[in-house]
């Protein structure tokens, strides 16, 4: 099966605002809110994931993590395929 999904940006070396930026570049067509300063991640977060494509690939909510780098690390590792 072939999945159309890019590969997420490492989440390190950003602040959210950056790193979810990035996303919102790479998934253009989803229309994803920009973040600012004032915007909650775990919102944020929970919308990325209820596009289909990370739906599909089991990608984490928010719940149960405390920092989005953690979280975003989680979305990372669930959606980019492992390295051989």
Not at 63 to 76: C, K, N, Q, R, S
């Amino acid at each position: 099966m072939v999945t159309n999904i890019g590969l997420l940006y490492d989440p390190r070396n950003h602040t959210f605002e950056s790193w979810a930026s990035l996303m919102c570049e790479l998934y253009a067509s989803q229309q994803l809110m920009i973040p600012s300063a004032s915007t909650d991640w775990r919102e944020w977060g929970n919308g990325l994931k209820a596009i289909d494509v990370f739906t599909n690939e089991g990608a984490p909510s928010t719940e149960g993590f405390l920092d989005w780098h953690d979280w975003a690390t989680a979305l990372m590792g669930a959606v980019n395929p492992a390295s051989t």
